[in-house]
């Protein structure tokens, strides 16, 4: 069974930086997955926040650009998502996704698997 297990999340100022991890250490062949960031704030949707193909391709909301930027280490079955400028409307817990081969990057439909999530919350 596929394991996504997220960290990294906690409580900083507005303008603050932090740097979520995800490891998938149960996934056998890392390399073919597409990796996603999702988040979900309190009463609004899931929304997408930035992935990385299995081509190395990384795509972002729009939200994000300039200052979210996600990476992975192949050898370490691991996801990063470094945030910097961070804003209050960051705060949301963060998920990460995996689908083998996956393209629609940005739909959460597309992904089968999931992890529990990690709270990130951006105080003003």
């Given at each position: 069974?596929?394991?996504?297990?997220?960290?990294?999340?906690g409580?900083?100022?507005?303008?603050?930086?932090?740097?979520?991890?995800?490891?998938?250490?149960?996934?056998?062949?890392?390399?073919?997955?597409?990796?996603?960031w999702?988040?979900?704030?309190?009463?609004?949707?899931?929304?997408?926040?930035?992935?990385?193909?299995?081509?190395?391709?990384?795509?972002?909301?729009?939200?994000?650009?300039?200052?979210?930027t996600?990476?992975?280490?192949?050898?370490?079955?691991?996801?990063y998502?470094?945030?910097?400028?961070?804003?209050?409307?960051?705060?949301?817990?963060?998920?990460?996704?995996?689908?083998?081969?996956g393209?629609?990057?940005?739909?959460?439909?597309e992904?089968?698997?999931?992890?529990?999530?990690?709270?990130v919350?951006?105080?003003?």
């Open positions: 069974q596929v394991q996504l297990v997220e960290s990294g999340g409580s900083v100022q507005a303008g603050g930086s932090l740097r979520l991890s995800c490891v998938a250490s149960t996934l056998t062949s890392f390399r073919s997955y597409t990796m996603g999702f988040r979900q704030a309190p009463g609004k949707e899931r929304e997408f926040v930035s992935a990385i193909t299995w081509l190395g391709t990384t795509h972002y909301a729009d939200s994000v650009k300039g200052r979210f996600i990476s992975r280490d192949t050898t370490k079955n691991t996801v998502l470094q945030m910097n400028s961070l804003k209050p409307d960051d705060t949301a817990v963060y998920y990460c996704a995996a689908v083998s081969y393209r629609r990057v940005a739909e959460r439909s992904y089968g698997y999931w992890g529990q999530g990690t709270q919350t951006v105080s003003s």
